[in-house]
Each structure stands twice: as structure tokens, then as C-alpha cells.
């Protein structure tokens, strides 16, 4: 196998070939559905997992490197940023998401360390320039400092509250800079352990204000992305108030923040949920709330976010027939929040897993366009709900039905047989769709 030195740029072979540092499914400039392939994805690199995640797990330290050959810690910065642009170049990769804690070194104040991020931001902007890769999102890490370990904006201390304001403002500050589309508030722990020690009220309203205050700052400074929250029921604490896509999308409207705000759905949060990825991503549709994807899976034996590259093509086939479904994206793209395995330690591993990773949504794509095309699942759906498109049916739909109208109806009407679900059929037409010639 090449070594990463050795791949200039992961050509598309197609899917005969055997080249492991080759895509089978994504070509990025091929036309399909009136739009390049590059533009229905909008693959984004993560920039913690790729270039800051060494493999450490709760059992042992790191099984790899990311240094790259620097000590002094600004340099060391600088090599990541290097590297992060390489590695898009190489995968044909258009855009980025970073924490402020992935891009530069933590310095030994607050101030220290909003500089060590601006100079970064800096030198980011040159790559930008030099290469037209581009932000999708920015976030700030307000998870990791153990002033936060009770929570950021949520935590019963108002100083955390407000450490946690100068991290967000300068990271709002760098995405209008580096003209990113989205900004993601992932409440980390933003939720609580036990209640016997906790205020929920006071959380949850000051969570809220924290929102508020973000957007109002970022308006007035002139940002016209969108903002995302990123449902997580628990991991770190216990339980996180953005439990999931339903429980979001309530505690935005109910704060008038629907608009602004929409979701970053990652397929194992759902999972963590106890939801498919793509009941995530449907319950973001139906409430006006679709934003972009942490593209990952989980493992279904075990209970944590594991953080996978996603290989499952049933489950990128029916994320993509969701993302179709809504127009494709707008703000948002499909962001890998996913790291190799402990033992897959090596570069190549990463570009391998990337290309896996890639492949998997291209050939997602792909097999949701074949459903769409092929109309027997939607024509089956839109079949089923018939008996709302005429008669008692139409009027409940319309609004126009009472109580008493439809009471009414069962009783004058003769006794009637629900249609089957055909959910085997169903399955095996999805089936022939995915695998047939
Ligand atoms: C953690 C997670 C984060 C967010 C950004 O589970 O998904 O990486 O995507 O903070
Ligand atoms: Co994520």
C-alpha cells in the first residue's frame, strides 16, 4: 500500500477498481441531478478529530502523532493548519469545522488565548486564500476547560457563564472573517448529573439568554449564516437539555429562536437517542429546521458516541433521501465528526477513512436519487394518505372538520378495513433499488 506521501490527489476509479487511495462513488465534478456531486455533498473535514485526536481512549494513552515534527507550540499550530489543507487538497474536500481550542494552543489567560486563536485565524485566512477551501462552521469548545465542568452556559456559576461569552463572540468574530455559513453551539454540558444539586428552570432560561445573546451579537456585526444546536442526549453529563431533534426544536420555539437557529443532526447522537439517523433528520425537516450533518455512525453494541467513519449505505442512502428530499443543503454540508480507530493509527488510515467515509455518501447519494427516480416508495406513501385528499378528509386537513362533523361521519358512514403498511414489501423494494441492476 502507498504511503500518505505518496497519494498527490484520490482520483475517481470508479467502482471496478481496486485502488485503496482511489473513490469508487464520488466524483466530485460529475453533474447528477443538476448539480456536481461536490455541490449535493458539501463534504467538510473536522479539524479536532483529524488533526488533534491521537487515539488516547479512557484505558491508554495515544497510539499516534499529530506534532508533525514541531515542538514549539504555535508551530506546532501551524503544521495542523498545513496538514488540515493538505489533506482536503488530496481528498478534494471543499470545506472545514473547527473548535477554537482545535486551531491554536490554550495560553495562560483568557486574553493569551483569544490571541494565540486570532493569530491562527490569520494564518487560516492565507490557506483560505491561496487554496478557496472554505468554513462551514465554527464552534467554540466550552466543554473541555474544567471551569466548565459544570456546564457553560448553563452553569450555576456567571463567571462560566461569561468565560464562556468571550469564546463564542471570538469564534462568531472568526467565522464572519473566514465567511462561514453556520455557527454550532453543541451543548457539551449543557445538562446535569443529578438533580438533588441542580436548578433546571434557571438553566434552561439562561441557556436560552446565552443563545439570544449570541445571535443578537452576530446580527449586528453582520452575520447571515444560520446557527445550529447539535441534539446529544447525554455524554459527557448525564442528561443534555438538547436531548434530541423534537426537544430542540421545542425549546427554540419556545424561545423564538426557530429561524435564526436550525439543527446539526449526527447520526450517532440519534442513535444515543434511541432514533435513526434519519428519524433525526425527518423531525428537523417537518419543523422548518434542517441545517447540516456531523456525518459519523455508532456502534450498535455499545452504549457511547463512538464517533465511527459511516460505512452503513442504508443508513447514507435514507440520510440523503432526506437532504433531497429538502432541496439539498443550503448553509450547511456533511461534516465527518469521525475519527479512525485506535489501531487504525496512520495517516494513510485517515485518508482511507475519509475515502470510506466519502464513498459511503456519494453511494448514498446515488441510491436515494434511484429511489426518487424509481417512485414506488413515494407513490406508495402518497397512496396511503389518500383518504385526505377528498371528502371528510380534505376537511380535517383544511381545518374545516369539527368534532361533532367527524363523530358524524363514523356514524353514518359503513364500517371500513386500514390498508396494509406492505412494510416487507417495502423493505425488499429498497432492497432491489440498492442492489439490483
Ligand atoms: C460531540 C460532538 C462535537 C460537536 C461540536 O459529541 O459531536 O464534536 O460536533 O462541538
Ligand atoms: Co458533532
Redesign the pocket.
Known amino acids: 500500500m502507498k504511503k500518505y506521501s505518496e497519494v498527490a490527489k484520490v482520483p475517481y476509479l470508479g467502482p471496478e477498481s481496486k485502488e485503496p487511495f482511489a473513490f469508487k462513488y464520488y466524483n466530485p465534478d460529475e453533474v447528477i441531478a443538476g448539480k456536481k456531486m461536490r455541490e449535493h455533498l458539501k463534504f467538510a473535514l473536522?479539524y479536532?478529530h483529524t488533526l488533534g485526536y491521537c487515539g488516547t481512549d479512557m484505558f491508554g494513552g495515544d497510539t499516534e502523532e499529530k506534532n508533525f515534527g514541531e515542538t514549539e507550540p504555535m508551530a506546532i499550530y501551524r503544521a495542523k493548519a498545513d496538514v488540515a489543507f493538505e489533506l482536503m487538497e488530496k481528498l478534494s474536500i471543499d470545506y472545514y469545522c473547527f473548535?477554537d481550542a482545535d486551531i491554536a494552543p490554550t495560553g495562560k489567560t483568557m486574553k493569551e488565548t483569544i490571541d494565540n486563536f486570532n493569530t491562527m485565524v490569520d494564518y487560516l485566512e492565507k490557506k483560505q486564500k491561496e487554496t478557496g477551501k472554505k468554513v462551514l462552521w465554527v464552534?467554540a469548545?466550552n466543554f473541555g476547560d474544567k471551569r466548565f465542568m459544570a456546564g457553560a452556559a448553563t452553569s450555576p456559576d456567571s463567571a462560566a457563564f461569561c468565560w464562556a461569552a468571550a469564546k463564542v463572540k471570538a469564534c462568531i468574530d472568526a467565522d464572519i472573517r473566514l465567511g462561514g455559513t453556520g455557527y454550532?453551539f453543541?451543548g457539551?454540558r449543557e445538562g446535569y448529573d443529578t438533580l438533588i444539586n441542580t436548578d433546571v428552570a434557571l438553566e434552561l432560561d439562561n441557556l436560552a439568554r446565552f443563545l439570544t445573546m449570541a445571535r443578537d451579537y452576530a446580527r449586528a456585526h453582520g452575520y447571515k449564516g444560520d446557527f445550529y444546536i447539535?441534539p446529544?442526549p447525554k455524554?459527557p453529563t448525564k442528561h443534555q437539555y438538547d436531548f434530541d431533534a423534537a426537544t430542540c426544536c421545542n425549546f427554540l420555539r419556545e424561545h423564538n429562536l426557530l429561524g435564526d437557529f436550525k439543527l446539526?443532526i449526527?447520526a450517532n447522537?440519534a442513535t444515543l437517542a434511541g432514533h435513526t439517523f434519519q428519524h433525526e433528520l425527518r423531525m428537523a425537516r417537518v419543523n422548518g429546521a434542517f441545517g447540516s450533518i456531523?456525518a459519523n455512525q455508532g456502534d450498535p453494541m455499545l452504549g457511547w458516541?463512538t464517533?465511527q467513519f459511516p460505512t452503513n449505505v442504508y443508513d447514507t442512502t435514507l440520510a440523503m433521501y432526506e437532504v433531497l428530499k429538502e432541496g439539498g443543503f443550503t448553509t450547511g454540508g456533511l461534516n465527518f465528526?469521525a475519527k479512525t480507530r485506535r489501531q487504525s493509527n496512520t495517516m494513510e488510515d485517515i485518508l482511507l477513512a475519509y475515502i470510506a467515509g466519502m464513498d459511503s455518501f456519494a453511494l448514498g447519494l446515488r441510491l436515494a436519487l434511484k429511489m426518487i427516480e424509481d417512485g414506488r416508495i413515494d407513490d406508495f406513501i402518497k397512496e396511503r394518505y389518500h383518504s385526505y385528499e377528498e371528502g371528510i378528509g380534505k376537511r380535517i386537513v383544511e381545518g374545516k372538520a369539527t368534532l361533532e362533523e367527524c363523530a358524524e361521519h363514523a356514524l353514518s358512514h359503513p364500517d371500513f378495513a386500514v390498508a396494509s403498511g406492505r412494510q416487507e414489501y417495502l423493505e425488499s423494494v429498497l432492497n432491489e433499488i440498492m442492489f439490483g441492476k
Open positions: 473536522s479536532w473548535h464552534t469548545n454550532v453543541w457539551g447539535e446529544k455524554e446539526n449526527e447522537h456531523d458516541d464517533d465528526d
